[in-house]
């Protein structure tokens, strides 16, 4: 057997490079993350003709080797590290046929560094419809290169590009120019000072601010007998390497494509004159938004019923078919309640991101990111806030990596400390067994009472975050320049298994994630509620049966009376009462409380945390939601969760910072322990101080 | 008077003649802003900001402020 070749895949954004990795790699991919930072690192496998093995990476989108972000970083140095196990044996840089010309920047720059590299034009289906023909021999002659046309639409040319990729051998790794001409004395005295190194290799080091290992800047310097240049001459010489970079391309392309305007039909305009309207851009906008959220709602409580029923059903199978004992019952009243509180979630997480999934395939959120610019400038955010501030309703961990490419510092430590107020998916759980506990049912011009409860929490929760933007930007001193560039790309159909593929992906990672976790809370809390110190725990049984000795109450309902003594003596009733106070005036009890505290680890812990109480010591086979609505106010007597305290519980959870996982992200993202603590104070207080007064005023 | 970026309207095209390099980050050439290039104003948010550009074949979106240093001539497209 052969060995595995390395094959990374490069690209501008926008031009199919996922849907390349995913026709190549099918299902035999995997998403995690570049050691010690957040980008996302996805990669797979893929078998190539004569038994041939590649392993192929998809490296973050990129318009040039010149860096600007953490995303682009990880490109250049993986292209420049020969140590590293992933250094490719080959480039594939991915282009788009209607952006070549832009595209080549960056295939010329990876030329230069001498590995073998491919050429790939996606979407070549859209050639004849775009008026466009190309020479492929006079290109590949010129560009020193093999191109492989291909339609990851219709499916077309993948076979080619595979076995290309097999004889990667027979690509030239010559450079297609000479970029060191900008600056002939230069780069003659750069190349006697290190006569062993790349020419643009050097050069890379020299103006990117990135981590290479052994030959970085400093090394570079202490050569004595090499001047190195200043800040300011560096970027004119990067500006002068950018049009001779294009001169080149410019007249390759002139003879190698030719463009025949008449023959394009322009889709693109047709679309961009609605979308983008002054009035029905904004219109559509909302129309779009409003949608997604009454689908959420309708299309997802079917199948959310049918897996609350199961795990119910599945409980009760556990404890009648396995033999009694503690693990028993830590199965059927710790770990698979609180799994279902995950499980049930998944319907409308994953409609969640399907929806997301669609604006960015579509090409339409650069449409909103226009649109929105101005207005969202008003309040400090650049209008590439409005993709974090979307995606944030999916989660904001990635809705806070996705920040990275706003240009303004300020902007984006705006955005990134203003994100978690957007309602998340943790906090679905939350709003809706608690909105199907305390809103009456009935429609409002069609729409639900309880869809639009869940419609003003999630505007309450990016009016927040917009109003929080203003005050920070205007209590924030920090300069920074403020710039803008975003690529408007083509309107796409989006591909089903794209969208598919990232649909499956992230509820996996969600589910998983949040799974762990939750799966730890609710064995450590059946253990917290089935023990507890002292007399009145242990000797429960007597204490209910002389207190109630002249009640007449049946086997059951003593039972039940045992049940709930013994869970308000054991560990975690003393805890939960400890703590009982100071929510009191929210309107919780002590069980409440502990699913509070609970969910400071992630939210969505609240309703497994609440259906691990609810169930320990309790017999009957029921759903969570109906547990929960036969909940006593131990106080007032009638039910624990009626309106007050319900929208006391909601508002909580809309402003209250419990994620610890988004702080680790905070501090990640901006590099110190500041802006997450004041993050966590700051919402949970405010949160506080909301749900009293809301509790306060409707009781 | 000289034109910049800033004062083309809707549907208007004109040739790039300038960029003064200190305003104008480098990822912006990259994608095409430069000097010899045409560019046409595709469409325009509320109050002419951002502004929607088609350079020489790249779409993108930029702020007014920025387009103001990039210079343009409007002479033989009117």
Redesign the interface.
């Known amino acids: 057997m052969s060995k595995q070749i390395n094959v990374a895949l490069i690209g501008n954004p926008n031009t199919g490079k996922t849907s390349v990795f995913n026709a190549l790699t099918g299902l035999n991919q995997k998403v995690g993350n570049y050691p010690g930072i957040t980008v996302e690192k996805k990669e797979g496998i893929c078998k190539l003709p004569r038994g041939v093995k590649a392993h192929i990476i998809d490296l973050p989108g990129t318009y040039s080797l010149n860096a600007s972000s953490l995303d682009e970083n990880v490109v250049i140095e993986l292209l420049l590290n020969k140590n590293d196990k992933d250094f490719p044996d080959i480039a594939v840089v991915v282009s788009d046929v209607e952006n070549l010309k832009r595209n080549l920047l960056l295939f010329t720059q990876i030329k230069d560094l001498e590995i073998p590299t491919l050429l790939v034009i996606n979407m070549a289906d859209r050639m004849n419809y775009k008026g466009i023909s190309l020479d492929i021999d006079y290109l590949e002659e010129h560009l020193q290169t093999k191109i492989a046309l291909i339609s990851t639409r219709k499916n077309t040319g993948i076979d080619n590009l595979k076995s290309l990729i097999a004889n990667y051998k027979d690509i030239s790794i010559t450079p297609c120019l000479s970029a060191s001409e900008i600056d002939k004395e230069y780069f003659d005295n750069l190349r006697k000072a290190f006569p062993n190194q790349l020419l643009y290799k050097l050069w890379l080091v020299i103006t990117q601010d990135v981590n290479f290992g052994k030959t970085d800047r400093n090394e570079i310097d202490a050569v004595a007998d090499f001047k190195t240049k200043s800040k300011s001459d560096l970027k004119r010489l990067q500006q002068k390497e950018t049009i001779k970079r294009y001169q080149f391309i410019n007249n390759v392309l002139k003879i190698g494509q030719t463009i025949d305007a008449s023959q394009a039909k322009d889709l693109r305009s047709k679309f961009d004159r609605v979308l983008t309207h002054k009035v029905w851009g904004y219109v559509i906008f909302a129309i779009i938004l409003l949608t997604i959220f009454q689908a959420i709602y309708d299309w997802a409580e079917l199948p959310m019923d049918f897996i609350d029923n199961i795990f119910a059903s599945l409980s009760e199978w556990t404890k009648n078919a396995l033999p009694k004992g503690a693990f028993t019952s830590l199965l059927a009243e710790g770990i698979i309640p609180g799994l279902s509180g995950i499980v049930i979630f998944i319907p409308q997480i994953a409609f969640l991101f399907l929806f997301i999934a669609i604006l960015e395939e579509s090409g339409y959120m650069s449409r909103v990111v226009f649109l929105m610019d101005r207005i969202m400038r008003r309040f400090g955010l650049s209008g590439k806030s409005v993709v974090p501030l979307i995606s944030g309703t999916a989660c904001a961990i990635p809705a806070i990596m996705a920040t990275r490419n706003i240009e303004s510092w300020k902007e984006r430590l705006i955005t990134i400390l203003v994100t978690p107020f957007t309602t998340c998916s943790a906090r679905l759980p939350v709003y809706l067994i608690i909105i199907s506990l305390v809103i009456p049912q009935g429609r409002f011009i069609g729409l639900s009472y309880q869809a639009l409860t869940l419609m003003l929490l999630y505007l309450i929760g990016f009016g927040t975050a917009v109003f929080s933007a203003y005050l920070l930007n205007k209590i924030l001193k920090i300069k920074s320049k403020s710039f803008f560039v975003v690529e408007m790309p083509n309107y796409k159909l989006p591909l089903f298994k794209n969208v598919a593929l990232t649909v499956i992906e992230k509820t996996k990672s969600f589910v998983f994630g949040a799974g762990k976790i939750i799966l730890a809370i609710s064995i450590i809390l059946w253990f917290l509620a089935s023990y507890g110190p002292g007399e009145q725990f242990n000797n429960a049984e007597e204490i209910v049966k002389t207190e109630y000795s002249s009640d007449n109450l049946t086997e059951e309902e003593l039972q039940h009376k045992i049940a709930s003594h013994k869970l308000e003596h054991s560990f975690i009733g003393i805890t939960g009462r400890a703590i009982e106070p100071t929510i009191r005036p929210l309107g919780y009890d002590w069980k409440i409380g502990i699913a509070i505290v609970s969910s400071f680890a992630a939210r969505e812990v609240f309703v497994g945390t609440l259906a691990t109480i609810y169930s320990v010591g309790n017999d009957d086979e029921d759903t969570i939601k109906n547990r929960m609505a036969g909940e006593v106010n131990p106080i007032l007597g009638g039910p624990l969760f009626t309106f007050a305290s319900g929208i006391s519980l909601l508002l909580f959870y809309a402003f209250a910072m419990q994620c610890m996982s988004t702080l680790a992200i905070v501090k990640k993202e901006t590099n110190s322990w500041k802006w997450p603590i004041l993050q966590l104070v700051i919402m949970t207080a405010f949160a506080y101080i909301v749900a009293l007064i809301a509790f306060q005023f409707l009781k | 008077m000289q034109y910049t970026l800033a004062h083309l309207k809707r549907g208007e095209r004109a040739i790039i003649t300038d960029v003064s390099?200190?305003h104008i980050?480098?990822?912006?050439?990259?994608?095409?802003c430069?000097?010899g290039n045409i560019v046409e104003l595709?469409?325009v948010?509320?109050?002419q900001?951002?502004m929607?550009l088609n350079i020489?074949?790249?779409?993108?979106?930029?702020?007014k402020?920025?387009a103001s240093h990039i210079l343009i001539e409007k002479e033989n497209y009117e």
């Open positions: 390099s200190n980050p480098l990822k912006l050439l990259e994608m095409g430069l000097p595709v469409q948010a509320p109050f900001d951002p929607y020489n074949g790249s779409h993108l979106a930029i702020r402020e920025t």
